[in-house]
């Protein structure tokens, strides 16, 4: 069929073009939509996924869930995972038991996609499918915003039309092959594993908890399990060279390798593959932006990858709003890559030193590794690890003195402990959801400064107040002291200046006016 060609200047409803409707490209949709932004997401794809792939979604990723309205939808589809167990040639190493608060959900990366898809229509967007990104025409390669032309993309439809759409802003979420960041020339750096693995899932005769991932590791390669919903497990496994995967290899393995007495029975769905770890040289040029698995790809250890992506769109939505809609200045889109990129590649370490563990052969390496999972168990160590599994130590440092207190307070050594509440982490959501500024009644585009009050609350809030008058888009939240040192672990007549993605951008003290006026400036311009 002879291609037609048409010329589509930005459509009035245009803002933002996002290239890939997984969930990275879905959450930014979303995002975008609830803050007034008008998006086009389109996917080379006819049909949606019908694949389970990605599994765990951990609880600051659920936090993205719930402030979208739709965390009763996330539970009823999910499996919640209670406990990480470890074996070594199939004698049990340890247990390590997530508090309620810290567990992740499993379920299908379908599911997942289904949930996100449904609010995307309920907040007016539609998926374009079988549209596929030819090229980007006409980048600035000078990573410049302003005084720059509108992004041009030529996008293949289904039916051969070829269109010339022309938008502000354009997010790559298409996956680890993306086409975006080929246009973009950014390097994919890194490595992939020798080993090839492969996955089933199944539904089975025998008894395994329902509400635990089980690792296997031994010489001939390791094997995870873990239980999805409706009585459905899956089992991940690394391969020997030029071995490949049936059910019936996989019963083998796990015959070898893992639990007695289970029967592959009724199998859902079977996967070879390789595994990479890769991130990308930039996540931005100039009016382009990549996210999730186009930016960045890992090993499934510790199941990261889905939760990742989701933070990246979170990131990127509400900064691409307020720049949109004029309450920043373009510069606050040149903090996404050096923030996200920063948790990529501590992702990517994490995630190869669990894999690179799960392989190890050399038995004076087995030796020392099971000693460790030993100490760890009995020392109580995972209960430090728990929370950044979790998401709840996701952090963006501090990258000017204005953003932490001017004097030596204790806070600022609290926050240098493990644990410690920092510039940069989520605000505690106890106090947030609360108080209106998480959430589903939550402002999705609004900052809040958090205002800390002691005995002369009255007085100090009014000289907040004169403070941000100039801002009137940053609401002001009143806290009492003794719930802030509970929560925040300080107790001082102070600030907390959140952004719209629940991370703190300052905290401050009584004598630091001058800080936060300086830090509202920076991020929303000079008034």
């Not at 965390?71 to 999910?78: K, N, S």
């Not at 990480?84 to 038991?97: I, V």
């Not at 449904?118 to 374009?128: D, F, M, P, V």
């Not at 690394?238 to 070898?256: A, C, K």
């Amino acid at each position: 069929m002879a291609s037609r060609e048409a010329e589509k200047p930005a459509r009035e409803h245009d803002e933002v073009l996002i290239v890939g409707a997984g969930p990275t490209g879905m959450i930014t949709a979303c995002e975008l939509l609830r803050r007034g932004i008008r998006v086009r997401i389109v996917d080379r794809a006819p049909e949606p996924s019908p694949f389970p792939k990605a599994l765990l979604v951990w609880p600051r990723s659920i936090d993205l869930f719930e402030d979208l309205g739709v965390l009763p939808e996330l539970r009823d589809a999910g499996v919640q995972i209670n406990a990480f167990s470890y074996f070594s040639e199939r004698r049990r190493l340890a247990a390590f038991h997530f508090p309620q608060h810290l567990s992740p959900l499993c379920l299908p990366q379908n599911e997942t996609e289904r949930i996100l898809r449904t609010r995307l229509e309920q907040l007016g967007g539609k998926i374009e499918r079988g549209v596929r990104l030819l090229t980007l025409e006409g980048l600035d390669f000078s990573g410049r915003i302003e005084g720059t032309a509108l992004v041009t993309a030529v996008l293949e439809h289904s039916d051969g039309r070829i269109e010339r759409a022309r938008v502000p802003f354009l997010v790559g979420a298409d996956g680890a092959g993306s086409a975006v960041r080929a246009q973009l020339g950014s390097g994919f750096t890194g490595s992939t594993y020798e080993s090839a693995f492969a996955l089933v899932d199944a539904r089975i005769k025998g008894r395994l908890p329902s509400d635990q991932a089980l690792y296997y590791q031994s010489a001939s390669g390791a094997l995870v399990i873990v239980a999805l919903p409706d009585g459905v497990f899956r089992f991940f496994c690394s391969l020997r060279p030029g071995e490949r995967v049936d059910v019936e290899n996989m019963q083998r393995i796990v015959d070898e390798r893992g639990p007695s007495g289970i029967t592959l029975a009724e199998p859902v769905w079977v996967s070879e593959f390789r595994i990479h770890a890769r991130h990308a040289g930039a996540f931005q040029l100039g009016r382009v932006f990549i996210a999730g698995d186009a930016a960045h790809v890992h090993s499934p250890a510790g199941g990261q990858g889905l939760n990742t992506g989701m933070q990246d769109a979170h990131n990127l939505a509400w900064k691409l709003a307020a720049v949109i809609r004029g309450q920043a200045p373009s510069s606050l889109l040149a903090t996404y890559g050096p923030e996200r990129s920063t948790v990529a590649r501590r992702v990517v370490r994490d995630t190869d030193i669990q894999t690179r563990g799960w392989l190890v052969r050399r038995p004076s390496a087995v030796v020392a590794r099971d000693a460790a999972f030993r100490a760890a168990e009995r020392t109580g160590l995972f209960r430090l690890y728990a929370p950044v599994m979790a998401g709840r130590r996701l952090s963006y440092p501090a990258t000017r003195p204005t953003q932490v207190p001017g004097s030596r307070s204790a806070c600022r050594l609290r926050s240098r402990m493990p644990g410690g509440l920092r510039v940069g982490a989520v605000f505690p959501r106890e106090l947030a959801v609360p108080h209106g500024f998480a959430g589903p009644a939550g402002q999705p585009h609004g900052w809040t400064l958090a205002v800390v009050g002691r005995d002369a609350g009255a007085a100090w809030r009014e000289q907040v107040a004169g403070v941000t008058a100039p801002w009137p888009e940053v609401a002001a939240v009143s806290l009492a002291a003794g719930s802030a040192r509970t929560a925040t672990g300080c107790a001082a007549q102070g600030y907390y200046l959140v952004r719209p993605d629940g991370h703190i951008a300052a905290h401050g003290h009584q004598d630091d006016l001058g800080r936060l006026r300086a830090e509202l400036t920076e991020w929303l311009g000079a008034r």
